[in-house]
């Protein structure tokens, strides 16, 4: 029999961490690493409270993928997770978010003809590809959408600037600030990435009193625990695009 799965969860900040947990038996255990904390669960689990944005997501889910390689005990999966903004009607607040492209949304050129991404600069990459075979099962485990997951270094909050994304991007349904910055990570270290999303509240005007950030959690909670069945008997090696 192989070893169990090892898979980080790489959350923005601690109550979204949390409440990955609340989907677990049993207490975490801190690991301490340089600049971050994991709290470690059994069976595999890693859970990581990264930071706000994707710069900060990158650098802490960096930290923990290269210190699991030197100790010989590699991540075989990175999910991005946590909760978002969804984009009506396809992404209602409540509902559940599985990215199959993790797309920034805003990194490249504002020009006269309008905004350019960094690939067509000549620069990097914009969009990272879960595995569809993680995905379908991911969507049928937990009910959730499949879409593009945009990552924004600032959240939407006009109806204008909403209404720009979705020209853009067609597929989008979900916006949050760390998913691409977890990929990028999880490409530099070849392991595969999915990303998770609890729908908070809708993109466009902001609108903090219409936020329903408790409902999101306790959907981030109960998505995972649907969702741990499906990682724990996902083949890693199947990472068909």
């Known amino acids: 029999m192989g070893r169990p799965l090892r898979v980080l969860v790489a959350t923005a900040v601690p109550v979204e961490r949390d409440a990955v947990a609340r989907a677990f038996p049993g207490p975490a255990r801190e690991?301490?690493?340089?600049?971050?904390?994991?709290?470690?669960?059994?069976?595999?689990?890693?859970?990581?409270?990264?930071g706000v944005g994707p710069a900060p997501a990158a650098a802490a889910t960096a930290t923990a993928l290269t210190a699991a390689a030197l100790e010989g005990t590699p991540y075989?999966?990175?999910?991005?997770?946590?909760i978002g903004g969804g984009f009506p009607p396809g992404a209602p607040v409540g509902s559940l978010v599985v990215a199959d492209e993790i797309?920034?949304?805003?990194?490249?050129?504002?020009t006269a003809d309008g905004f350019l991404p960094v690939t067509e600069l000549g620069f990097g990459a914009v969009t990272h590809r879960p595995?569809?075979?993680?995905?379908?099962a991911?969507?049928?485990?937990?009910?959730?959408?499949?879409?593009?997951?945009?990552?924004?270094?600032?959240?939407?909050?006009?109806?204008?600037?909403?209404?720009?994304?979705?020209?853009?991007?067609?597929?989008?349904?979900?916006?949050?600030?760390?998913?691409?910055?977890?990929?990028?990570a999880?490409?530099?270290?070849?392991?595969?990435?999915?990303?998770l999303r609890a729908v908070s509240n809708p993109v466009g005007p902001r609108d903090r009193a219409a936020w329903r950030v408790?409902?999101?959690?306790?959907?981030?909670?109960?998505?995972?625990?649907?969702?741990?069945?499906?990682?724990?008997?996902?083949?890693p090696h199947d990472r068909t695009h």
């Open 31 to 50: 690991v301490r690493l340089p600049g971050t904390v994991l709290h470690r669960l059994p069976g595999g689990y890693d859970l990581l409270a990264a």
């Open 214 to 235: 408790g409902d999101a959690l306790a959907a981030l909670t109960a998505g995972f625990g649907k969702l741990a069945p499906v990682l724990e008997s996902w083949n």
């Open 186 to 195: 999880a490409a530099a270290h070849a392991v595969p990435v999915l990303e």
């Open 138 to 184: 991911a969507v049928s485990a937990t009910g959730a959408h499949a879409g593009t997951v945009l990552t924004v270094s600032t959240v939407t909050g006009t109806a204008a600037r909403a209404a720009a994304l979705r020209t853009r991007h067609p597929r989008a349904l979900a916006e949050a600030m760390e998913g691409f910055g977890v990929a990028e």
């Open 103 to 110: 797309t920034v949304a805003d990194l490249g050129a504002e």
């Open 76 to 82: 075989d999966l990175v999910v991005s997770a946590g």
């Open 131 to 136: 595995p569809e075979s993680l995905v379908r």
